[in-house]
């Protein structure tokens, strides 16, 4: 899964640009429009404030094309030029390629905005203000687990290679890997072990947990949050996820042949919040809320009607993509938010 979303030579996300919108394979709440980045620009300064007049700064990873930074910054700029003037934007972004679409759409910005390749190259002083992501967790690699019914034991999926095709192979899980899976939704009642069916099949990912953790020590003041396909570990273990939540996407078409058009398909797993909210908490974050986008932006944009602030008016369009954002049929019920603060 790494190798074909990542490989910088013919992984998904390094090889074309335009993945994302009407002309690509899916939507994301960027690509709907600016109404996204300005929401959440409005809530970071109010953040930013309440942090007093100390250094901050704003740390976007996974920024793709840098659609969203630009409008976040853009809405700075023209609204809350004394934030704009004294934040610095950072991205944490580990591909070349990336960074240069970024760089190309953040010019206007330049001088404004930061780059780094992984979480060891972030200056120590970490960061005071915000670290936040859209979309990223869901994509890291996942371990794709099948249950044993007769031996009433976890295997693992693998990929090996018939001919010139790719096919699932049965694997055995070491002893010495039970530490990745010890805190995931793997571990099972003697009534659940009793009835969960032969293959069914879930994912865990240990990546996006380290991935947490790494964030939340480099957090010495703030607020940590993602926006993400996922559900709590409970939610699971259910029968109508007998196959997983591991998905692929093309041309805005849901796939379950995983192994096909490798590198021209999107691969995405439901993120487990429940291990992401543990990660944080161990760290020493407290979890502010994990809530539907919907719930998040709705109470944002009141926000921007009480508060007297210069948001801007609520015209026709922003109406409409504010739909788009926060219908449950929409993004605003397939999107959650979890927030965690130091």
């Known amino acids: 899964m790494e190798l074909a979303l990542y490989c910088p030579e013919s992984g998904y996300y390094d090889r074309l640009k335009n993945r994302i919108g009407r002309n690509g394979d899916y939507y994301t709440s960027a690509s709907v429009g600016p109404l996204f ?94 670290i936040f992501s859209n979309e990223l967790l869901d994509a890291m690699p996942v371990r794709r687990l099948g249950w044993d019914a007769t031996r009433k034991a976890w295997f693992e999926w693998g990929v090996g290679l018939e001919g010139d095709r790719f096919v699932w192979t049965r694997l055995s899980i070491p002893r010495d890997s039970d530490s990745a899976l010890r805190n995931a939704h793997l571990t099972l009642s003697s009534e659940l072990q009793a009835v969960l069916p032969d293959g069914f099949t879930t994912e865990v990912c240990p990546a996006a947990v380290e991935w947490w953790r790494q964030a939340s020590m480099k957090l010495k003041q703030g607020r940590l949050l993602t926006f993400d396909y996922g559900l709590t570990r409970e939610q699971f273990l259910v029968p109508q996820r007998a196959q997983g939540t591991l998905r692929a996407y093309h041309r805005h078409r849901i796939s379950n042949d995983l192994l096909a058009n490798v590198g021209e398909q999107d691969l995405t797993a439901h993120v ?16 502010e809320g994990l809530r539907c986008q919907s719930d998040f932006l709705t109470r944002v944009a009141l926000e921007t009607r009480n508060d007297g602030s210069d948001f801007g008016a609520w015209t026709p369009d922003r109406l ?14 397939s999107f959650k938010v979890l927030v965690q603060t130091r």
């Open 272 to 287: 487990d919040f429940t291990a992401l909210q543990e990660a944080g908490e161990a760290a020493g974050l407290k979890t």
């Open 320 to 333: 409409r993509e504010f739909q788009t954002l926060t219908h449950p049929e929409h993004l605003g019920g």
């Open 37 to 130: 980045g300005q929401l959440l620009a409005f809530q970071f300064s109010r953040w930013l404030a309440e942090m007093g007049p100390a250094e901050s700064c704003l740390l976007e990873a996974g920024a793709h094309d840098g659609r969203l930074a630009a409008d976040i910054l853009g809405w700075m700029k023209s609204s809350r030029s004394a934030v704009f003037e004294t934040v610095e934007y950072w991205i944490l972004e580990p591909s070349e390629q990336r960074r240069r679409w970024q760089q190309s759409t953040l010019e206007p910005f330049t001088g404004r905005v930061r780059w780094f390749d992984s979480w060891d190259s972030i200056p120590p002083k970490g960061v005071q203000g915000v």
